[in-house]
């Protein structure tokens, strides 16, 4: 069993940057994070596999910055350059590979999300 637990939301202004927080318990080896803006599907945002590879959604790829501390536990966002349409709730999550975390199959344990806001 995965437990993921987020923190590092809040609100900022167009232009700004947050850092989001992830802390895992429990054996994964692909980690990522998703958003759902209102009235929108979830989509996935970034990923990291075990080996440290990273892979991004193209509309955050040179923004945002997915890394992890092994020895903490913990997987991190940072989102640079942050626009209105980054506005809505990120999950962590976590799978056995990236391939069915980024689609959406097999076993994916999910955190309870947390707020990101971005005001123009």
């Known amino acids: 069993q995965v437990q993921l637990v987020e923190s590092g939301g809040g609100s900022v202004q167009a232009g700004g940057s947050l850092r989001l927080s992830c802390a895992a318990s429990?054996?994964?080896?692909?980690m990522g994070w998703f958003r759902q803006a209102p009235g929108s599907e979830r989509e996935g945002v970034a990923a990291?596999?075990?080996?440290?590879?990273?892979s991004y959604a193209d509309s955050v790829k040179g923004r945002f910055t997915i890394s992890k501390d092994n020895a903490k536990n913990t997987l991190y966002l940072k989102m640079d350059s942050l626009q209105p349409e980054d506005t809505g709730m990120y999950y962590c999550?976590?799978?056995?590979?990236?391939?069915?975390?980024?689609?959406?199959?097999?076993?994916?344990?999910w955190g309870q999300g947390t707020q990101v806001t971005v005001s123009s």
């Open positions: 999550a976590a799978g056995a590979t990236c391939a069915g975390l980024w689609n959406e199959y097999d076993q994916i344990y």
């Open positions: 429990g054996l994964s080896l692909c």
């Open positions: 990291i596999d075990r080996d440290g590879s990273t």
